[in-house]
T-cell receptor, first 116, second 111 residues
Framework: KAGVTQTPRYLIKTRGQQVTLSCSPI?????VSWYQQTPGQGLQFLFE???????NKGNFPGRFSGRQFSNSRSEMNVSTLELGDSALYLC???????????????FGAGSRLTVL | EDKVVQSPLSLVVHEGDTVTLNCSYE??????LLWYKQEKKAPTFLFML????IEKKSGRLSSILDKKELSSILNITATQTGDSAIYLC???????????FGPGTRLSVLP
């Protein structure tokens, strides 16, 4: 069973640009969550999608947005990049319910964004 | 607002030592508490705890939940250099399904 796949793994952008990150969840997982990880702030929740609907959103500005497609793949977009957006962006997928392995986040390897 | 606190934030030990990592939480309608290990990239799942007093064990790692005290501990016995990592604690409620993570404990095991 393939894991969570994130692309690209590394990218460098300059201030003011925008970036799109992609996440393919584990097959059968309909929930996809995004987190930003920085040394000072730890893992901060961005948003969660389930069946193409955003169910939860963290305390991030509107420059951060996302979407989920019918095949559960998800993208997140950051517009007008700032230096402080430099971080590791982690995507995680999960299934919910009573089956073994449910209700656990499985993370991808992350996309490391550097903003210059 | 849901919150997770971990202590210590950083810990340095020598191989063979036993360590205890702490996690305390505040969450609405608690569903479960999870422990993850993060080395260089993605956090990897260790344990999920939902009931008080039931120890989960995997090799040298074990964890237990105390719902009365709103806390959990993660024990690692006979530490090895490969245990060096950030250990993350997360909680999730029944209504919301948004995992809230603590700041993590950075464990360094010296040879």
């Amino acid at each position: 069973k393939a894991g969570v796949t994130q692309t690209p793994r590394y990218l460098i952008k300059t201030r003011g640009q925008q970036v799109t990150l992609s996440c393919s969840p584990i097959s059968g997982h309909r929930s996809v969550s995004w987190y930003q990880q920085t040394p000072g702030q730890g893992l901060q929740f961005l948003f969660e999608y389930f069946s193409e609907t955003q169910r939860n959103k963290g305390n991030f500005p509107g420059r951060f947005s996302g979407r989920q497609f019918s095949n559960s793949r998800s993208e997140m977009n950051v517009s007008t990049l700032e230096l402080g957006d430099s971080a590791l962006y982690l995507c995680a997928s999960s299934s919910w319910g009573a089956r073994p392995g449910a209700n656990v986040l499985t993370f991808g390897a992350g996309s490391r964004l550097t903003v210059l | 607002e849901d919150k997770v606190v971990q202590s210590p934030l950083s810990l340095v030990v020598h191989e063979g030592d036993t360590v205890t990592l702490n996690c305390s939480y505040e969450v609405t309608n608690f569903r479960s508490l999870l422990w993850y290990k993060q080395e260089k990239k993605a956090p990897t799942f260790l344990f999920m705890l939902t009931s008080s007093g039931i120890e989960k064990k995997s090799g040298r790692l074990s964890s237990i939940l105390d719902k009365k005290e709103l806390s959990s501990i993660l024990n690692i016995t006979a530490t090895q250099t490969g245990d060096s990592a950030i250990y993350l604690c997360a909680v999730v409620g029944h209504y919301g399904q948004n995992f809230v993570f603590g700041p993590g404990t950075r464990l360094s095991v010296l040879p």
